[in-house]
């Protein structure tokens, strides 16, 4: 009888939580949508299907690869279209997600562990269907050959193990990280049959296979892909997919120059543009015939999503960028104000946050429960961080950056630097360095940063060069500055790991891209991980912001809070924009 009780006991220690098995997560709290939801409120549940979308190339100049897991090569556009995950996100909340392949998901309240229960329907495009192996398969391809964020996304993972043909369950190392059964959710499920006896590491232009509502059809690297809706795809009526991938066809052109693209669009060789330039939007429709005559449209629409930070990023591998003053006194040569004024015809705002155009956003002096995670650190910190409230220089917008200019060299002499016969030296060597750019249009912004660091002695080229060149330079932290940009969603997470994270640094193809490596840092992004609800997510987030700036790892740019659409008016669009903006897969074709 003893001996039965002791069994028992055990068996009750070993045994997981109990958990309900429900349709979705929210990481703080509960989710919007209840269980018996027919569809997102910004999507039309009733759009028609058919038609085509022609778009213009996202994903540079040319694509050698339709893998787009790993770091090798360069993906095309939307190369991730054919490959559904576990679970959906919706465009209107800070971080829920709701089944997808997954019909159900369990977790305890310490989200310990996570349980997804797949949809006995959801099959690959060969008909096969989509078992826990792919599962497993999928996780433990992704962690060693996938791009590197796969690895600090799921290091938390202490054991995968399959429960039955359709279950798996994910257990999570000790510890606070409430996010974990959502990442798993996001992760792009691989057919194993299909990999197996393929290498998954090296780039292909084979058509992978997948289980979504697009598969790739033809495609000419350089030229152009297109991708084919999937008329029998298992999901199309599921509450997460109605309303949603609406296009039979959807192309997308590849173009060298921007400028080049913005006349073939006006000249309708495609659909719809999301413009990112502000000199084209205020001026490049201007004589655009359709637009005036109303065949054609130009909207901005307003978002509430936070837009992460776009800024030149300095690579800390390189001594030149060791001290903190002469970071900072880069940055004091960059005139936003001019920039704003004579190049972006007003339209923008500067970044003063790795979170902007957001709650997440540091402002003021830091808040009692920021100073709950900021105290401990207060050593290994810049002073700053506690005393001032961050603002990007300023100057009068005139081309007058002497004042500046003035601070500038005071940092720069501080840190050891001085002018010989127009030269800033150090050690008898110049300070000289190389802008690497992948686009010509960012010419026109550097160019004047370059004049006015090379008034204060400073020798800064430009390099532009091709999409495959710069990937592998970046990749490989071949570079000096670069621009780059780390989006954000508005509930920030494991991915802080991969884009600050000392054990990202020397991580080929990571996210940190400026090669950050600081305990303080690392520090406060486990305690942002570890935020228990949205308050202390908020606090803790706004703490590791201030942290970042005030290290000046960057040079700020510019943020919008709309998005700036151009289309021929031959869609239809619901009438809902989510807080994450405008969601061109929910518009569908008139004709």
């Known amino acids: 009888m003893i001996r039965r009780l002791l069994v028992l006991a055990l068996l009750l220690t070993a045994s997981p ?47 050698d690869s339709l893998n787009p897991f790993i770091i090798k090569g360069v993906p095309a556009a939307a190369a991730e279209s054919p490959f559904e995950t576990l679970m959906a996100g919706s465009a209107d909340e800070a971080f829920s997600e709701y089944g997808l392949i997954a019909q159900s998901v369990e977790t305890p309240a310490d989200r310990s562990w996570v ?37 600090f996304y799921y290091q938390a993972v202490e054991a995968a193990e399959k429960l039955d043909a359709h279950r798996v369950r994910f257990r999570f190392r000790a510890g ?207 002073p700053e961080v506690f005393t001032t409230e961050f603002h990007a220089p300023v100057t009068d917008g005139t081309g007058n950056v002497r004042p500046n200019l003035r601070l500038a060299m005071a940092f720069l002499e501080q840190a050891g630097w001085h002018v ?29 940063y370059v004049r006015n660091l090379a008034r204060l002695g400073i020798e800064a080229n430009v390099r532009t060069v091709d999409t495959a060149q710069y990937k592998n330079r970046v990749d490989h932290h071949d570079f000096d500055v670069v621009v780059n940009a780390w989006g954000q969603s508005l509930s920030p997470g494991n991915e802080q790991r991969g884009y600050w994270g000392a054990a990202a640094a020397d991580e080929p193809g990571s996210d940190n891209v400026c090669g950050i490596k600081n305990p303080a840092i690392d520090t406060l992004v486990e305690k942002l991980v570890a935020s228990p609800d949205r308050e202390t997510l908020v606090a803790r987030t706004r703490a590791l912001d201030r942290a970042l700036l005030w290290n000046f790892y960057v040079v700020p740019h510019w943020h919008l809070g709309v998005d700036r659409v151009a289309w021929w008016d031959k869609f239809g669009m619901p009438s809902v924009v989510p807080q994450q903006g405008v969601q061109i897969m929910a518009w569908w074709s008139k004709s």
């Open 420 to 448: 010989e016969n127009g030269q800033l030296i150090k050690d008898g060597q110049p300070f000289r360095f190389e802008i690497l750019l992948d686009a010509p249009m960012w010419e026109r912004i550097t160019l004047p």
């Open 176 to 382: 606070d990280n409430r996010e974990m059964p959502l990442v798993m959710g996001q992760m792009p499920i691989l057919a194993e049959h299909y990999w197996r006896g393929r290498e998954f590491g090296n780039t292909t232009l084979e058509p992978p296979l997948g289980s979504g509502p697009y598969k790739i059809g033809a495609f000419e690297p350089g030229r152009f892909i297109t991708y084919e809706r999937v008329k029998d795809y298992w999901g199309k009526n599921l509450p997460v997919r109605r309303g949603l991938n609406n296009f039979d066809r959807i192309r997308y052109d590849y173009y060298r120059d921007s400028t080049v693209a913005l006349e073939a669009f006006k000249a309708g060789e495609f659909d719809l543009r999301m413009e990112n330039e502000a000199k084209k939007w205020a001026t490049g429709y201007a004589d655009w015939t359709a637009l005036k005559d109303g065949r054609a449209k130009k909207q901005t629409f307003a978002h509430h999503r936070t837009s992460g930070m776009q800024a030149y990023a300095f690579n800390l591998r390189r001594l030149l960028f060791d001290d903190v003053r002469v970071r900072q006194a880069l940055g004091l040569a960059f005139d936003f104000q001019w920039t704003g004024r004579t190049l972006f015809y007003g339209q923008y705002e500067r970044s003063e946050s790795f979170f902007s155009n957001s709650e997440l956003a540091a402002a003021g002096l830091p808040s009692p429960a920021e100073l709950a995670v900021l105290n401990p650190l207060r050593g290994q910190l810049p």
């Open 115 to 151: 349980i997804f229960t797949l949809r006995p329907e959801a099959r690959w495009h060969d008909g096969k269907p989509i078992t826990a192996d792919d599962v497993l398969f999928s996780f433990e391809t992704l962690k060693a050959k996938g791009s590197p964020q796969y690895r």
């Open 17 to 63: 939580a109990r958990a309900q098995a429900v349709h979705g997560l929210a990481m703080h709290g509960q989710p919007k949508y209840g269980p018996d939801f027919t569809h997102f409120d910004y999507v039309n549940p009733d759009a028609p299907k058919g038609g085509e979308l022609r778009l213009a190339n996202g994903a540079g100049t040319t694509f």
